[in-house]
């Protein structure tokens, strides 16, 4: 085995483990705002797949479209993790500023 095969294989096996306890994360959490701190390591996990086409690859088609599909995910993620938060928040009271129910002080306007 080569050194670069060698990186290949641990690139690869840090994205597959990110991308495990992301799912994981999702099944066991108990609610939506849980659930969603585990949005982060899918992408990092994306990227370290990328990084482990690259290696084995080099600059090919398949590493180029490795890399968009990785950038998608880091770019979209915190978009998407937002949206649901506002969505579930919205679901839940009605309007997503604080409330007074949640104990949070709230001037009105």
């Given at each position: 085995?080569?050194?670069?095969?060698?990186?290949?294989?641990?690139?690869?096996?840090?994205?597959?483990?990110?991308?495990?306890?992301?799912?994981?994360?999702?099944?066991?959490?108990?609610?939506?705002?849980?659930r969603?701190?585990?949005?982060?390591?899918?992408?990092?996990?994306?990227?370290?797949?990328?990084?482990?086409?690259?290696?084995?690859?080099?600059?090919?088609?398949?590493?180029?479209?490795?890399?968009?599909?990785?950038?998608?995910?880091?770019?979209?993620?915190?978009?998407l993790?937002?949206?649901?938060?506002?969505?579930?928040?919205?679901?839940?009271?009605?309007?997503?500023?604080?409330?007074?129910?949640e104990?949070?002080?709230?001037?009105?306007?």
């Amino acid at each position: 085995m080569s050194l670069q095969d060698a990186a290949v294989y641990l690139l690869l096996g840090a994205g597959v483990a990110c991308e495990v306890i992301a799912c994981l994360g999702v099944v066991v959490m108990r609610n939506v705002y849980d659930r969603l701190h585990y949005v982060g390591p899918a992408a990092l996990g994306a990227v370290l797949i990328a990084a482990a086409v690259w290696a084995r690859e080099g600059p090919s088609g398949i590493a180029l479209k490795a890399t968009v599909l990785a950038a998608f995910l880091v770019v979209a993620s915190p978009a998407l993790a937002h949206g649901t938060a506002r969505a579930a928040r919205l679901s839940r009271f009605g309007d997503w500023r604080p409330q007074r129910e949640e104990g949070i002080e709230v001037e009105d306007s």
